[in-house]
């Protein structure tokens, strides 16, 4: 049980800087998903809390007691990596018996600690065997019970999922967030699948480019994206980007215009003067085929339709400046090349200036 | 099918071929059948008598025995630099590495007899076993630091966040998982002492410090014109036999181990 707290942590590998000065805390018992794309440098900075690489700058504390200069043993941490990386030659029982030997427990605790972590992991029958006889999702098991037998301070996982199968990843997800339900132990969680970190996580940490773009619970970064990056990368279907073109203003907020000419009123609060350029965002499950009350009507011809099995995406050409991808339920009797007309709440769109950061909302 | 018998029957024909030779006496050695004529282990016998073969034997185990232990004991160190320490100049020591092990043997040899000479190890056990760590350990750092190489690192990275430090990580760790590595390199290593030719003939002098390949080559018989055919076979067979079954037994292991199993599926 810990708290964990990064100050000004930057990492360079020579000239080329992984992870600039990032602050963060982590609370007691807390479950952190760090997610971004591929180098961004979440799974550097999960390393660098391990202590398997040293940081350039700054300094990481666990409990207040500032470990920035600790080996990686002495930190009280667990790790459960990506390949699982057991010891080949061990059988699971040693494999999860080797780091309580280097704690120096006396051989009754570290049997009765190792049978507990068996018994809460289903691992009882496999004890005696060697790494090279389990199935993928044992493996991982044990790299877990590895780790939970040490009863950590704080766990740290390294895309654990990611060489399971979809089926399995799902169910070792569960566990996870059971364990972490059982244990209420703090932990930092490093993963590039969406659908992970909605799911386990109190709150996620969107990295991009060594930097954090938002760090919020799943919900705030879903429904109130800080800036133009997380709101694409964040959702199973990549939101859409449109431009528009600033109306007016007024107290219900930022009157756009499509480039389909279409209006919407975005309730956002920062003032923006009329005429100016904004990115106009709308994810593809928010977009409908049935009209409702208050809503916006954007008309367009199919360009194509694929169906997913429980829903269809439509592309739909000419209602905005760009092809408009929209997530519709059930099934959809018109037929490419034809006309469309979709619907969507004002409320649900967001707005993003040049850079890229979001407009205040109106609260 | 037809293939694997007929390969097999190609290299294993030699080795019947001696051991039924070494059976035979006198003019039963020129038979052309194979099971005719008498048997008896008699130049087996003399093979000993005749000359210090025994002593021959001890030393060729000497000699390479000395050979893996050094080699692998200056081989793993120098892989573990060249596979996992990132280090200017790296790549180019590792194909100087590799470019010693095809010198042709005849090419040092002048040099490595002045080499031995100087230090006093000429006709010596230690002088061979030094002449033969220049063909040995060439191929065994490449083949460690290949194997180094493979190693997952997470691995490692796993023992040091239990907790692990050096000792703990080499012992416990490091030399388990390459133990497969080493008994192949080893048995190699092993396997190129035991047959080494070159350097025992030009290094030795006396029957004591022979070793066996030497040994059999200058088997003599009672006059210059006759040549001991049944002795130099039941001396060959002696020889080989061992090897055969210490290559099989380590072959398992090696087989086995190589299949680990440490990451992934």
Known sequence: MATVELAGVGKRFGRHTVIESIDLVIGDGEFVVFVGPSGCGKSTLLRLVAGLEPVSVGTISIDGEDVTALPPGERGLAMVFQSYALYPHMT??????????????????????VRETARLLGLEPLLERLPRELSGGQRQRVAIGRAIVREPRAFLFDEPLSNLDAALRAQMRLEIARLHERLRTTMLYVTHDQIEAMTLA????????????????????????ANRFVAGFIGSMRMNFLPVRVVDQGSDGVRVRLAGGAFVTVPVSEAVAAGAELTLGIRPEHLHAQGFEDAVALDGRIERIEAIGEAQLVYLEGAAGSALCARLAGTLHEKPGGPLRLWLRSDQCHLFDDDGRTLARLS | MLALVLLAAFALFPLFYAMLTSLRGGADLFRPDLLGGSF??????????????????LNSVGVATAVVAVSLVLALPAAWALGRVPFRGRAVLLVTVLMVSMFP???????????????????????????????????????????????????EEAARMDGARMPTLVWRIFLPMMMPAMASTGLLAFLVAWNEFLFALTFTLSADSRTVPVAIALLSGASTQELPWGQIMAASVVVTLPVVALVIVFQRRIVSGLSAGAVKG
């Open chain 1, 92 to 113: 699971v029982e040693r494999n999860i018996a080797f780091g309580l030997h280097r704690q120096r427990l006396k051989r009754s605790e570290r049997s009765r600690r």
């Open chain 1, 202 to 225: 109190d709150r996620i940490v969107v990295l991009d480019q060594g930097r954090i773009e938002q760090i919020g619970t799943p919900d705030d970064i879903y429904a109130r994206p």
């Open chain 2, 40 to 57: 008896s282990w008699s130049n087996y016998v003399d093979v000993f008598r005749d000359q210090p073969f025994g002593r021959n034997i």
């Open chain 2, 105 to 155: 043997q005849v090419a040092v040899l002048s040099g490595l007899f002045e080499l031995i000479r100087f230090f006093g190890l000429y006709d010596t056990l230690p002088g061979l076993t030094v002449a033969n760590l220049v063909l040995t350990l060439p191929f065994t750092v490449w083949v460690l630091t290949t194997f180094i190489r493979e190693m997952p690192q997470e691995v």
